[in-house]
T-cell receptor, first 113, second 116 residues
Framework: NAGVTQTPKFRILKIGQSMTLQCTQD?????MYWYRQDPGMGLKLIYY???????DKGEVPNGYNVSRSTTEDFPLRLELAAPSQTSVYFC????????????FGDGTRLSIL | AQKITQTQPGMFVQEKEAVTLDCTYDTSDPSYGLFWYKQPSSGEMIFLIYQGSYDQQNATEGRYSLNFQKARKSANLVISASQLGDSAMYFCAMREGEGGSEKLVFGKGTKLTVNP
């Protein structure tokens, strides 16, 4: 079972460049999420989606965009990368029931230089 | 105010002993859920255990149990018979409300080191 797959695993960007972090899940989960984890910190929610065509901002959305055209895919777009966006990015998915855990991808380690 | 507080940046335990990792939370919503995740040095997030606010009994999953004290707003993770492979970061997280987006708020984590 693939679960939640994130690509790439590592990336170095220059300031001002743009890129898309890919996330796909094969569990037919309605809900998907993007988090960032800064060194020594917990995860902070960037954006989330409760279904195809529906997205909403989380705690730290500035500098990012998302789209959800299918149930499976939830890409995260960074426009005009800044050093403050250096972080580890996690994509997760879950079923729409309160006791269901979120399933996480392995993360993308992104450095902005 | 922080919604999830983990006051122990680091904890040490001897192999085969039990250890308790603290988590306190802050919410005014009567319906909420508490999750614990493990993050090994390899970086992935592994779900360990869940406790719902209306659950009458403390949750247990193998060597993991949750000491849920609702009045104190605490949800401490107890790991029994620690193993070397338990060395990792541990995060407490909370979902507020029922239905909706199931968004989680995470604490800053506790780094557990199991000594042989």
């Amino acid at each position: 079972n693939a679960g939640v797959t994130q690509t790439p695993k590592f990336r170095i960007l220059k300031i001002g460049q743009s890129m898309t972090l890919q996330c796909t899940q094969d569990m037919n989960h309605n809900y998907m999420y993007w988090y960032r984890q800064d060194p020594g910190m917990g995860l902070k929610l960037i954006y989330y989606s409760v279904g195809a065509g529906i997205t909403d901002k989380g705690e730290v959305p500035n500098g990012y965009n998302v789209s959800r055209s299918t149930t499976e895919d939830f890409p995260l777009r960074l426009e005009l990368a800044a050093p403050s966006q250096t972080s580890v990015y996690f994509c997760a998915s879950s079923r729409p029931r309160g006791n269901q855990p979120q399933h996480f991808g392995d993360g993308t380690r992104l450095s902005i230089l | 105010a922080q919604k999830i507080t983990q006051t122990q940046p680091g904890m040490f335990v001897q192999e085969k002993e039990a250890v308790t990792l603290d988590c306190t939370y802050d919410t005014s919503d009567p319906s909420y859920g508490l999750f614990w995740y493990k993050q090994p040095s390899s970086g992935e997030m592994i779900f360990l255990i869940y406790q719902g606010s209306y659950d009458q009994q403390n949750a247990t999953e193998g060597r993991y149990s949750l000491n849920f004290q609702k009045a104190r707003k605490s949800a401490n993770l107890v790991i029994s018979a620690s193993q070397l492979g338990d060395s990792a970061m541990y995060f407490c997280a909370m979902r507020e409300g029922e239905g909706g987006s199931e968004k989680l708020v995470f604490g800053k984590g506790t780094k557990l080191t199991v000594n042989p």
